[in-house]
């Protein structure tokens, strides 16, 4: 059965890619379970490498885990920082690092198969803004064997403004399969 987690990490909690997340989603079929976690509410502890002795997810990273373990399809929504991630988001992918060497985890056989996604917000119109963070993000659905779901662009300066972007709202209808 499909299970969404979105996979929040802007500084602003109603921000404007949680807002277009949040009506891509609402098309989604009633059935369809949906989790939210705002990774930036939650206090993730700091990533140490401690490769080839990876550790499982501690503390509030526990939770993440589990709601990664019953989803079919993760989603970052992530505005554009810097051409990047926003940093919570960046943080869970660093720890996905230590957990590929964590004993008993199976955290790659575990991810393969999944769909990853990508929502995002950016002030700036130029398009290819989007690119760094998109093309991280396809790498890691590549390398972990999980499949690219596609990414949803919009654009938004102060809170709101994605939802007077009609080309974004227009593709959120119809960007999550049904």
Not at 4 to 23: H, M, Q, T, V
Not at 38 to 46: E, T, Y
Not at 48 to 53: E, G, V
Request: glycine share 6%.
């Amino acid at each position: 059965m499909t299970r969404f987690l979105f996979l929040c990490s802007s500084a602003r909690p109603k921000g404007n890619a949680r807002l277009l997340a949040e009506r891509a989603a609402s098309v989604l079929p009633a059935q369809v379970p949906q989790d939210w976690i705002d990774l930036a509410s939650l206090a993730l502890p700091a990533f140490h490498d401690r490769r080839p002795a990876g550790t499982g997810p501690e503390g509030a990273l526990t939770e993440v885990w589990q709601a990664m373990l019953a989803a079919t399809d993760l989603v970052f929504v992530a505005p554009v920082y810097w051409y990047a991630l926003p940093a919570p988001a960046k943080l869970l992918l660093d720890h996905w690092s230590g957990w590929l060497d964590a004993p008993d985890m199976a955290f790659a056989a575990r991810m393969r198969g999944k769909r990853m996604w990508l929502v995002t917000a950016r002030a700036d119109p130029d398009p290819t803004v989007t690119d760094p963070m998109e093309a991280m993000l396809q790498r890691s659905a590549t390398w972990l064997g999980m499949e690219w779901g596609g990414a949803l662009h919009g654009i938004g300066d102060a809170a709101g403004d994605v939802l007077t972007d009609a080309q974004a709202l227009s593709r959120a209808a119809t960007f999550f399969p049904r």
